[in-house]
């Protein structure tokens, strides 16, 4: 298995790229601000060929890219229905003060190509068997995507991207349109922590993580863990 990172130019947003092995088709993992150039050369570099872009989420940090990858080469974007409306009006997933960041303007184009994701479902695109675990709190239509590591440079069973629901020693912030820290908490206790200690997590901002580190250290799942309550959200990476 192949996994790269592919950074973005704005808000720490790690943009994935994953295959079963170099010369193989591939998915894009949640393409943000400025990985156009970036994302080609890992692509020139490996030779890999994009069947599909999968997101995470719908704010703009992940999905601005997403119309230029998709178009193209004539793929399809996944995106969870809760978030569809973003693809289409990014503004519906910012604050006030966000979308002045933007000048009232956003450089956007909806993907042509949109299929829906389910919670539970499985995915084959590319070689790869991907799991779709619907996890509301920092958007309604937040999703993991898991998928089994075999032949990965993880010593694991299965990886894990989470997009900004779990990050190392953190979660997704709660407070911007259609956020929820109740519906978060529900799915730190019903969607993360029932996973393997071993399972990678690489998140939509910041560094590898895993489970067990996280079930350990991070405080949000610490407490859940204990009382099934939590703390305030943080205020975390991204959007």
């Not at 060929?49 to 119309?67: I, M, N, Y």
């Not at 978030?83 to 006030?96: T, V």
Request: proline share 8%.
């Amino acid at each position: 298995m192949l996994v790269a990172s592919v950074p973005a130019e704005a808000f720490g947003t790690n943009c994935y790229v994953v295959a079963a092995g170099p010369g193989e088709q591939c998915v894009v993992v949640d393409p943000g601000i400025g990985v156009l150039d970036r994302l080609d050369a890992v692509l020139a570099e490996h030779r890999l060929h994009p069947a599909a872009v999968l997101l995470t989420h719908g704010h703009l940090d992940h999905t601005f890219s997403v119309a230029p990858v998709c178009g193209a080469r004539g793929i399809t974007a996944y995106v969870h229905p809760g978030d569809r409306e973003m693809l289409a009006d990014p503004a519906k997933g910012l604050s006030a003060d966000l979308s002045a960041l933007f000048g009232g303007r956003l450089p956007y184009t909806e993907p042509e190509d949109v299929a829906e994701l389910t919670d539970g479902g499985t995915l084959s695109l590319a070689g790869l068997e991907i799991t779709v675990d619907h996890a509301p709190g920092h958007t309604g239509g937040s999703v993991l995507f898991r998928l089994p590591a075999t032949g990965s440079t993880w010593e694991a069973e299965q990886l894990c991207l989470s997009g900004d629901v779990l990050f190392a020693g953190s979660i997704g912030r709660t407070d911007l349109p259609g956020g929820s820290m109740p519906a978060m908490l529900t799915s730190l206790r019903e969607k993360i922590l029932p996973l393997a200690d071993d399972t990678v997590v690489l998140p939509g901002h910041g560094p590898a993580t895993t489970i067990g580190r996280e079930r350990a250290g991070n405080p949000y799942l610490v407490e859940v863990a204990r009382s099934g309550g939590g703390r305030p959200a943080a205020p975390a990476r991204g959007l």
